[in-house]
């Protein structure tokens, strides 16, 4: 009975059922937080370049390793569910034989009542995921919590240890292999963290120096184009 009544209310709220839910899960947990290393990119790229030259394998000590966690990966197990939802109702409907008869049409209203709620629910969701993928072409993105940023890591490591796991509870090739990021902001001396999100006047700052640099780069371009032909 407990099951039935869950059921009854999953169809109403539109929720994922449990079953999905776990097939959603079992497909993106280990993404939900991974390894990052305080190394930039191209650092990074230049690294293994030069030890691949050598023949050797580059490492990257544990202890400069940090942590990240996407909410970006818990809207797309959200995502899955109500897509796997989604996927056995257009099936059951498909080959659905109660609408052959008149007397058990309320079986296959109850899975169009369901499709109905799960479909709002799963264009809701695209729509959130769209706008969690713009927020990474800002300068903070609000989608992740990483060990760049100070009070993140704080955060992380908290977590972390909270549930008893370490660095080397992670897979060999993730810990090989962390994603470099940087820079990583530095522990604040005058006890004055970055908020979330950053400074208003940091944002600016930041909007300004791309301005600028965009202008440069367009004179640049401008006097090349205007220099060359002369030449």
């Known amino acids: 009975m407990a099951d039935i009544a869950r059921n009854a209310a999953e169809q109403r709220t539109g929720m994922a059922s449990c079953e999905s839910w776990k097939k959603a899960?079992?497909?993106?947990?280990?993404?939900?937080?991974?390894?990052?290393?305080p190394r930039w990119a191209i650092g990074d790229f230049i690294i293994r370049l030069v030890y691949k030259m050598y023949g050797k394998t580059p490492s990257v000590p544990g202890r400069?390793?940090?942590?990240?966690?996407?909410?970006?990966?818990?809207?797309?197990i959200y995502m899955k569910a109500l897509q796997i939802d989604l996927i056995d109702i257009g099936v059951q409907l498909r080959f659905?034989?109660?609408r052959q008869n008149t007397v058990n049409w309320?079986?296959?209203?109850?899975?169009?009542?369901?499709?109905?709620?799960?479909?709002?629910m799963y264009i809701q969701a695209v729509r959130d995921y769209e706008y969690?993928?713009?927020?990474?072409?800002k300068r903070y993105d609000m989608f992740i919590a990483?060990?760049?940023?100070?009070?993140?890591?704080?955060h992380l490591v908290a977590s972390?240890?909270?549930?008893?796991?370490r660095i080397k509870d992670f897979k060999e090739i993730e810990q090989k292999h962390p994603l470099p990021t940087g820079p990583w902001e530095k522990d604040p001396q005058d006890g004055e963290p970055v908020p979330i999100g950053g400074t208003r006047n940091a944002g600016v700052q930041s909007l300004l120096r791309r301005a600028l640099i965009v202008r440069i780069g367009l004179a640049l371009l401008g006097s090349a184009f205007l220099v060359g032909p002369i030449w």
């Open 96 to 98: 659905d034989q109660t």
């Open 25 to 37: 899960y079992m497909q993106h947990h280990e993404n939900l937080v991974t390894l990052v290393s």
């Open 64 to 76: 400069g390793l940090g942590f990240r966690a996407s909410f970006a990966e818990m809207q797309r």
């Open 132 to 137: 969690m993928t713009d927020a990474t072409q």
């Open 160 to 165: 972390i240890v909270k549930a008893e796991k």
């Open 106 to 120: 309320d079986a296959t209203r109850g899975r169009l009542n369901d499709m109905e709620s799960k479909l709002k």
């Open 146 to 154: 990483s060990s760049e940023r100070y009070q993140d890591g704080v």
